[in-house]
């Protein structure tokens, strides 16, 4: 590629001051929140209308380039790795909110919209945006389209693929196409469905409408110390064995609740080897009624001590030391590995007994914070790179972990994607026809293989890519049943 020529043509098309070759500009871009993958990329292209990434898109695929949306840069999978010889497409100048309607329960977004502003917004009208990760001050409503995200309150109201209903995008051929919109439940196969969750592998999204919720009448939320995670999650297959949907229900065990308290002094309750965090929303009725059933729920499953938030600052400082765990272990170990799996809720004390097992033997300590409701875990792998073999027995015990998870019916990631860190796993959960399948998919919304490339998938087999094992035709189109283009 003439990287030089790209940019010069990029730079009549979006403007001079839109287009960043300097090596010094370019190394800001060079990870996402996933920081031990780095990569600088050729160019990056800051449009300001989905016009302009039309555009880019559009130079990229006539000169052959790959192409990396990124949002805000927080995903914890290397998802927004730049490629070394491409052009990262950057939407953070993208950040109106387009239509803001809340008679029909929608916002109409560019990609580059903080999660939390969408909140702000529609605050003053008595409704909000419902997923929430913990990222929300800062993280994209494009990023989170491209991941599926969740958040502490999914358990209740489901992830973005739930609060989504329509994606404008700009496929790799430089096509904008229009999925969905503001009714819900369009006729014909669920592309909208296809898109949320693709990691920018089938194309960049350049308007997102969204289903907006009523404010609930009434939250409350309290803080349950336990002697053991096995107690805590006691208590919560308690509570939702019972029947109550709480919006949220967070653990954190002893190591996490010590890089809690270091870095955000949250004042949990003292020599808690786990605490839940539940919250209740709804009518103040239902809430009053199911509120007295967590709290018996949790002092049955052996909590000794439970703090009730009394008003908004201390229902604040419960979530403080909670929404800063990942952070907060850089207080406890110099480098950690975020992990993140999902398992049945059920297989939850086993998984994490086991887990506890697995970190003994390979004599490295995890800090556990997750959302316990949903069975999605966030183990905190602690290592010191500076001790010779800590960082590859941290890496080995972070896939043993994923496994692990996979034994007991769960699955690789729960909400972070798989982006570049974990396309190694994908053979873990899915045959090679399965992964074929998929690539039979993506190549229909780009054959070349332009947008985010290794990502996602482990090895490129098709759209004349990498040859693999299916080295003649791929057993569907040997079939009649699908065809490659
Ligand atoms: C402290 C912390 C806490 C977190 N907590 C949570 C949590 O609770 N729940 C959760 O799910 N995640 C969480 N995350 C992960 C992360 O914030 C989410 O994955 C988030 O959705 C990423 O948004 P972003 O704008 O930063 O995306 P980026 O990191 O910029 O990109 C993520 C992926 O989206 C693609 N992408 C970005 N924009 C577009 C677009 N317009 N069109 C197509 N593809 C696009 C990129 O190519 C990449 O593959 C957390 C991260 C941090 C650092």
Do not use: W
């Given at each position: 590629m003439d990287v030089h020529r790209l940019a010069e043509?990029?730079?009549?098309?979006?403007?001079?001051?839109?287009?960043?070759t300097d090596r010094a500009q370019l190394r800001t871009?060079?990870?996402?929140?996933?920081?031990?993958?780095?990569?600088?990329?050729?160019?990056?292209?800051l449009p300001e209308t989905a016009e302009q990434v039309q555009v880019v898109v559009r130079a990229c695929g006539e000169a052959r380039v790959p192409f990396v949306a990124r949002g805000s840069g927080t995903g914890l999978s290397g998802g927004a790795l730049p490629h070394a010889d491409g052009v990262l497409i950057v939407t953070s100048k993208l950040r109106s909110i387009l239509d803001l309607d809340p008679d029909n329960e929608r916002a109409v977004l560019e990609p580059g919209v903080v999660n939390l502003d969408v909140t702000r917004a529609a605050?003053?009208?008595?409704?909000?945006y419902a997923p929430d990760p913990s990222s929300q001050q800062i993280c994209s409503i494009g990023g989170n389209v491209a991941e599926n995200s969740g958040g502490?309150?999914?358990?209740?109201?489901?992830?973005?693929?739930?609060?989504?209903?329509?994606?404008q995008l700009v496929c790799a051929d430089g096509e904008i196409v229009e999925l969905g919109g503001k009714a819900p439940d369009p006729p014909g196969y669920d592309l909208l469905g296809a898109f949320v969750g693709s990691e920018g592998t089938l194309g960049i999204a350049t308007e997102v409408t969204v289903r907006l919720m009523r404010a609930p009448e009434s939250v409350r939320t309290l803080l349950a110390a336990f002697g053991s995670t096995d107690d805590a999650g006691a208590a919560v297959s308690a509570i939702i064995g019972?029947?109550?949907?709480?919006?949220?229900?967070?653990?954190?065990?002893?190591l996490a609740i010590e890089a809690a308290e270091a870095a955000v002094q949250c004042n949990y309750p003292k020599g808690a080897g786990a605490v839940l965090i539940v919250e209740l929303d709804g009518p103040a009725s239902e809430v009053e009624a199911q509120f007295e059933q967590v709290e018996a729920h949790c002092r049955t499953a052996g909590a000794f001590e439970i703090r009730i938030a009394a008003d908004d600052a201390e229902r604040a400082l419960f979530w403080k030391g909670r929404k800063s765990a990942f952070a907060a272990v850089g207080r406890i170990s110099p480098d950690y590995i975020v992990q993140d799996g999902v398992i049945p809720r059920t297989a939850l004390p086993t998984v994490l007994r086991r887990m506890g097992e697995l970190a003994a033997e390979h004599g490295i300590r995890v800090?556990?914070?997750?959302?316990?409701?949903?069975?999605n875990l966030h183990p905190l792998v602690l290592f010191d790179d500076a001790v010779e073999g800590e960082a590859e027995k941290a890496e080995e015990l972070s896939g043993?972990?994923?496994?692990?998870?996979?034994?007991?019916?769960?699955?690789?990631?729960?909400?972070?994607g798989v982006g570049m860190d974990k396309a190694k796993h994908m053979p873990r959960m899915y045959t090679d026809d399965d992964l074929d399948t998929m690539q039979l998919l993506r190549c229909a919304f780009d054959p070349d293989h332009l947008s985010n490339p290794g990502k996602i998938f482990p090895t490129p087999r098709l759209c004349g890519e990498v040859?693999?094992?299916?080295?003649g035709a791929h057993p569907l189109q040997v079939q009649g049943l699908a065809e490659v283009f």
């Open positions: 043509r990029l730079r009549g098309e979006i403007g001079h001051a839109n287009v960043l871009y060079e990870c996402d929140g996933l920081a031990v993958y780095k990569v600088m990329p050729a160019i990056v292209a605050a003053p009208y008595g409704y909000y502490a309150h999914c358990l209740k109201y489901g992830f973005t693929t739930n609060h989504v209903t329509g994606v019972a029947g109550v949907i709480p919006a949220a229900i967070e653990m954190m065990d002893a800090a556990n914070v997750f959302h316990a409701g949903d069975g043993a972990i994923l496994d692990l998870c996979i034994e007991h019916g769960g699955s690789i990631t729960g909400e972070h040859p693999g094992r299916h080295r």
